[in-house]
């Protein structure tokens, strides 16, 4: 049973004629009695009397209800189709890691709410690894998250890199360590720390350069705002590694310390990731755009105001 044979009968059902039913359709009407005829074949039973007006069955009766329901249906889907393709998007959803979430995307958000004042805007803050998967299952359109190569190397991933930052050590001006000017990752063995929970790139990259350097990771506190760290360390006993375009903020701030770690530099790159059928999709073409061009400005401005 084809979408075209079900078309067919219901025009041959409402005018009551086989000739009318192809000019309503815009075919001749062989087709429309070519078509009447592959439905009726399918179903096993006739679905028109064929004297004089074509005149329902009790068979074509009873499908008629059900066709109707079906070509309704294909028409809405259709319709949902080409309003996508237009850019007429009912809402469109955005996961962040937290730094993202609160210092990037608020100024994007209302940019883009001017441009396309029709789509709600859903967005979420998340880990890098979980934000990732949830758009690899579907639930969200874009991820602005740490790069996890891992899970954005597969072809369908649109991965445009926005940025790349340092991991700075956070103190309190009070601790033992913010008196040296320069630190390295063995001052930090097994030092007690405020981290990121399980789940955020950040805290993986942190503990796995910890295990690299063969140093223990004295994980005392799990957080996942970036306000929380700060309000932890202030407290005097917790230092954090954290990205520098937080930290650059709160270098003014008398009761925190910030100090860089070399040998090596711990780094982070940050991305935006969709997926290569969503990028077609013109309000999400129109963020992503947006997203890389607003990002990049602002972290250059946030360099520039640190030197």
Known sequence: MR??????????????????????????????SRQVQSLEATVGILLFH??????????????????KKICQIWST???????????????????????????????????????YPNVQLRVTTLGSDRALKVLKDGLIDIAIVMNNPFLTASSEMVVEHLYEEKIQLLLPANHPLSKQESLTWKD??????????????????????????????????????????????????LIALLPETFLVEL???????????????????????????????PPIQYFCKLAGQMIQQEISVIYKSAL
């Not at 937290?98 to 883009?112: R, T």
């Not at 990259?205 to 705002?225: I, Y």
């Open 188 to 237: 930090l063995n097994n030092v007690p720390q405020a981290v990121f929970k399980d789940g955020y790139g950040l805290q993986r990259l942190v503990q796995d350069q910890f295990n690299r350097q063969g140093l223990r990771l004295h994980a005392a506190l799990e957080l996942n705002s970036l306000e929380a760290f700060r309000g932890i360390v202030k407290q005097g006993s």
């Open 251 to 281: 270098n003014h701030d008398p009761d925190l310390v910030v100090r860089s770690l070399n040998d090596p530099c711990l780094t982070r790159e940050i991305v935006l990731v969709t997926t290569s059928d969503r990028i077609q999709i």
């Open 50 to 67: 064929r004297q004089g007006n074509a005149k329902l069955t009790l068979g074509g009766d009873r499908l008629l209800p059900h066709a």
């Open 77 to 115: 889907a259709e319709q949902e189709l080409l309003d996508l393709q237009a850019g007429k998007q009912t809402e469109l959803c955005v996961a962040g890691i937290p730094s993202a979430c609160a210092y990037q995307l608020p100024p994007i958000l209302q940019k883009f709410s001017k441009v």
């Open 3 to 32: 979408l075209e044979q079900l078309q067919a009968f219901l025009a041959v059902a409402e005018t009551g004629n086989f000739q009318q039913a192809a000019q309503k359709c815009g075919v001749s009407q062989s087709t429309i």
